[in-house]
């Protein structure tokens, strides 16, 4: 049975796991940046669990700006609630769970919250490698990013709801 909801400060530890284990060194969150996403957006971070087990996350702040910049992965004070796009920092399925759809469920329900809240859309950066999974999802790539977040080359992609 798999389960998705909202993050509360007691799966910080479990988040972190999640974190470490999904993204390089450098472009993994630290469990300080998760706190103080945890503290200013949590309403805008999601657990996928598998049978209880955590497994799968996602996460990412509102703001105005069209695209994401480096400075938001850091900083959680750039939080914009009132904001105009949903970001995507991660997406987060630990490896043993992947190609179950995970991904795409969490991804899914990321979209169906934010339109809810009358957001124009989602945005996030993601690898070369990852451009055919999110157009699947209906993002349209808009080009190499500006982001060099973790020394990577980053691509920026947009969801526009109808």
């Known amino acids: 049975m798999v389960c998705i909801r909202s993050v509360n400060i007691d799966d910080l530890e479990q988040l972190y796991k999640i974190e470490q284990r999904c993204f390089p060194q450098a472009e993994a969150a ?47 004070c750039l939080h914009q609630e009132e904001g105009e796009w949903q970001t995507v920092f991660g997406l987060d399925v630990l490896p043993q769970y992947r190609c179950r759809g995970y991904g795409g469920q969490l991804m899914q329900h990321l979209v169906t919250h934010a339109k809810e809240q009358g957001r124009k859309g989602c945005i996030l950066t993601c690898k070369q490698g ?31 709801f109808p």
């Open 30 to 76: 630290s469990k300080e940046v998760l706190l103080q996403r945890l503290e200013r957006f949590s309403s805008h971070f999601f657990l996928l669990e598998e049978q209880g087990r955590p497994v799968g996350m996602v996460n990412g702040m509102v703001t105005h700006s069209s695209v994401i910049t480096d400075s938001m992965y850091d900083n959680a």
């Open 130 to 160: 990852l451009i055919p999974y999110y157009q699947r999802l209906g993002y349209q790539q808009e080009g190499v990013s500006q982001s060099i977040h973790g020394g990577a080359v980053w691509y920026d992609m947009r969801l526009i």
